[in-house]
């Protein structure tokens, strides 16, 4: 996913003079080739995150067109207040890119374990926040948040998958679906797609089609447009390498209450836990029960109910 | 500059200051007091931006959000708005927040409130142009906040000679002296040995912040360290720190009224 973001951001930097990456000291090897195509785009603020998204803040303010990258939790929590108050509460273009969202860095430990950032800036009116699932999610997001005038998250994690959806329009706020089926349906945001895809598959080795939709942004949410979908099922599945409380979980139950749709919603997260153990991404998603058989464990204990 | 125009212009926004916070009920009375002669300086003889003028030829960004009563004053002393809008100061439906907002208000650059924030985003701004001369006013308590020092590294790093950090130095922080609060001590020695360039000036005195202030042959970030009172121009509010949070009301009001308005 890193790879395929920074390859399109050397795309989009030859047409964009206005453009800058700017890092908090990481990103090691990753921008060698940006900063050398345009040394004068790049810039290293150092190991300060405060600095990082208030410095970002009066670039923008100078018409910059910022993109701010670090790891998840600390581009994200560490400096919550700096993108509430300077970026966001000011409308700026300063685009937040993180590596390492859920559990990429499983064995660092919890400081590494990105696990409540989309929640967190989920709270904040007015941002922006994706989390793509596949490869082509994450260039059409890149090219789409970009444009847009305002602060935007782009989580971005290790392995991304080459699949692309059926009708392959991006949009925000949409689902993208990757399979179809009938009565249950998976949603799901970021690299636990991966998983996703895999049960989807195991399942149909077993004659049982699902469906399976990624949702493009968790923010902001076509509300309308979801609810059509989700109405034509009897049982949803959301799926998040996050915690649901702000997350996709809860943003989806608020959307089924606000709008009295009458189906089953389980939601799959790290479930308001935070993990002492190590491992890695793969270890971890078992241990919460997120993984390609926990999940067709979970649909067919579902399906079975009705 | 003509001095008299400028001290007379800081003791008319002392006053604005002075009714909009009486009015409103609200704080922070004795930091707005304490920056009203250098923000006088600033937007009277410094501070390029005009009200209607499109192009922006410098930037100020107020860091020590929560005296932003005395900028709105100044501001519409110099016409982005009308004094009638000061009146709405801190008003239910007012965009005229107590600590200083950018939104619906001309003239504000930036807007801040929490402590710490403004440097940082003042680095961006000199950083991005250096055409533009960009000055930041800090208050000495704020710089307890780590925030701060990742924007001094980062200024000299990049000689961002086009930066001016203005602090007031008035000694006092929210709740003690600095002194017995979190020693900034010795202030001019932590600055140049982040590579700086430090002066130190009489926070009051209208000439000299002028004359530090216009000086743009800088090689450097500067850091301007005024030494000013808390409270400066109402006696009784001078180096009281129960004026960070009492509003005048009454007879305090009608006498601090009458001392400042006696220099106008």
């Not at chain 1, 890092?23 to 603020?45: H, I, Q, R, S």
């Not at chain 2, 709740?175 to 130190?200: D, H, M, R």
């Not at chain 2, 090689?219 to 301007?224: A, F, S, Y």
């Amino acid at each position: 996913m890193r790879d395929t973001f920074q390859k399109e951001l050397i795309n989009i930097s030859k047409k964009n003079k206005n453009l800058m990456l700017l890092t908090a000291d990481l990103g090691f090897g990753v921008f060698d080739e940006f900063e050398k195509k345009f040394p004068k785009k790049y810039l290293n603020v150092g190991v300060a995150e405060q600095n990082l998204i208030g410095v970002s803040t009066g670039l923008a303010m100078n018409g910059k067109i910022v993109i701010a990258y670090s790891i998840a939790n600390f581009l994200t929590l560490r400096c919550l207040e700096q993108i509430r108050n300077d970026a966001v509460y000011h409308n700026l273009n300063i685009n937040l890119v993180s590596s390492g969202g859920g559990y990429t860095y499983g064995v660092l430990g919890m400081s590494h374990h990105a696990t409540e950032d989309l929640s967190v800036l989920n709270c904040i009116p007015g941002i922006i926040i994706v989390a793509p699932s596949t490869k082509w999610e994450t260039k059409e997001a890149l090219k789409k948040l970009l444009k847009i005038k305002g602060t935007t998250y782009l989580r971005l994690e290790k392995n991304a998958s080459n699949l692309i959806p059926k009708d392959a329009v991006y949009s925000l706020g949409n689902l993208n679906n990757y399979s179809k089926g009938s009565k249950l349906a998976i949603i799901c945001v970021g690299g636990i797609f991966s998983e996703c895809i895999a049960a989807v598959e195991i399942l149909k080795k077993k004659k049982t089609n699902i469906s399976l939709y990624t949702l493009s942004s968790l923010k902001p949410i076509d509300e309308i447009k979801l609810i059509k979908t989700i109405k034509r099922y009897r049982v949803i599945i959301t799926v998040e390498e996050n915690n649901f409380l702000g997350g996709l979980g809860s943003t989806i139950a608020s959307i089924i209450t606000k709008y009295s749709i009458k189906c089953i919603h389980k939601i799959v997260s790290t479930n308001d836990k935070t993990l002492k153990i190590v491992g890695d991404q793969e270890f971890l998603r078992k241990q919460l029960g997120m993984d390609a058989n926990s999940l067709v464990s979970k649909v067919e204990s579902l399906i079975k109910k009705f | 500059m003509k001095l008299i125009n400028t001290i007379k212009f800081s003791n008319k926004i002392r006053l604005q200051a002075l009714k909009m916070t009486s009015r409103a009920g609200t704080s922070h009375i004795g930091s707005m007091l304490s920056i009203a002669d250098i923000v006088a300086v600033l937007f009277n003889d410094i501070l390029k931006t005009r009200p209607k003028k499109k192009n922006k030829k410098d930037y100020f960004i107020l860091s020590k959000g929560h005296a932003g009563g005395i900028v709105y004053a100044a501001l519409a002393e110099k016409g982005f708005f009308s004094i009638k809008k000061l009146e709405t100061y801190c008003k239910n439906g007012s965009t005229l927040s107590g600590h200083i907002s950018h939104y619906k208000v001309p003239g504000v650059d930036f807007s801040t409130g929490s402590l710490g924030h403004g440097l940082s985003v003042s680095c961006g701004l000199a950083f991005s142009d250096k055409k533009k001369r960009v000055f930041n006013l800090m208050s000495d308590g704020e710089l307890d906040e780590g925030s701060n020092w990742e924007a001094i590294l980062f200024a000299s790093h990049h000689k961002l000679s086009n930066l001016v950090n203005i602090i007031d130095y008035n000694k006092i922080q929210s709740i003690k002296s600095i002194k017995k609060t979190l020693n900034l001590e010795p202030l001019k020695k932590k600055w140049e040995a982040f590579g700086w360039k430090v002066l130190e000036v009489d926070g009051h005195n209208h000439k000299k912040i002028f004359e530090i202030l216009k000086n743009t042959n800088q090689k450097k970030p500067m850091c301007v360290i005024c030494h000013t009172v808390k409270g400066k121009g109402v006696e009784f509010m001078e180096n009281n720190n129960l004026w960070h949070y009492r509003t005048a009301r009454g007879e305090e009001f009608l006498e601090a009224k009458y001392q400042i308005e006696k220099k106008i």
